[in-house]
């Protein structure tokens, strides 16, 4: 059952890349987000919270098509992307990592942030009455206490990634070896007359994958808060 053909293997391997690059690239923007959101107060925070927010509530589909039509080669975006750096995003895998961050933000941006609300702010006060500087008492304060919620953020956005489907296929397409990521394979399996055990291979493996991913980040955290405890 769980003897892979080449193309299975190709797609996982794509789907692997694609959410962590996802991952990686949007942790410094989530974090930032996050911390905007949980520490400042300013005119229209409501307005880019709902933003930031937004493909938690939008079908996946509409997402992609928001996408294509800022990045395609005729977008606003895509264009000046085009002609400035000769990057075009539709239809090859970075495209199909930046929609999976885009769906995968939210959630990211939720629990870096729900961190960084319960840090007690007096501790910083207290390492900047003592001579620390704020980056000073942003490394050595609050940065470890909001280490497990920044893992937690970036697990889930990783785990979101590689179950993304509905923005990935509208703005990057299903493309063998470029795009076809797990769930767009295993779309393309329900579609082949005899796909069936493809299609359930894939989604166990799906499966596993997550669950994988979860353990893990819930192991790492339990350390992290003995370390910090201790």
Do not use: C
């Not at 005119?43 to 992609?64: D, E, Y």
């Not at 319960?118 to 942003?138: C, N, P």
């Not at 990935?168 to 299903?174: A, C, G, L, R």
Request: glycine share 10%.
């Amino acid at each position: 059952m769980f003897e892979l053909t080449p193309l299975e293997v190709e797609a996982l391997g794509l789907s692997l890349k694609v959410a962590l690059w996802s991952m990686v690239a949007s942790l410094p923007f989530g974090l930032a987000v996050a911390w905007l959101l949980a520490r400042y107060e300013f005119f229209g925070k409501t307005l880019v919270n709902g933003i930031v927010h937004l493909p938690l509530v939008l079908p996946p589909v509409v997402v992609g098509y928001l996408l294509l039509l800022l990045l395609g080669r005729n977008g606003p975006l895509g264009a000046w992307l085009l002609a400035t750096f000769g990057i075009t995003l539709p239809f090859t895998w970075e495209g199909a990592a930046l929609a999976a961050a885009v769906m995968a933000f939210p959630l990211m941006v939720r629990a870096m942030r729900l961190s960084i609300e319960a840090v007690d702010q007096r501790l910083e006060t207290a390492a900047r009455t003592l001579g620390a500087s704020r980056l000073g008492a942003f490394a050595t304060i609050t940065l470890p206490l909001i280490l497990p919620g920044i893992l937690a953020g970036a697990v889930l956005a990783f785990a979101r990634s590689l179950g993304e489907f509905g923005a990935t296929i509208t703005f990057v397409s299903n493309i063998p070896g470029e795009t076809r990521t797990l769930p767009l394979a295993l779309y393309s399996l329900i579609q082949t007359p005899g796909g069936e055990a493809g299609a359930l291979r894939l989604a166990v493996l799906s499966v596993l994958l997550s669950l994988a991913a979860l353990a893990a980040s819930e192991a790492i955290a339990r350390r992290l808060r003995a370390r910090l405890n201790g």
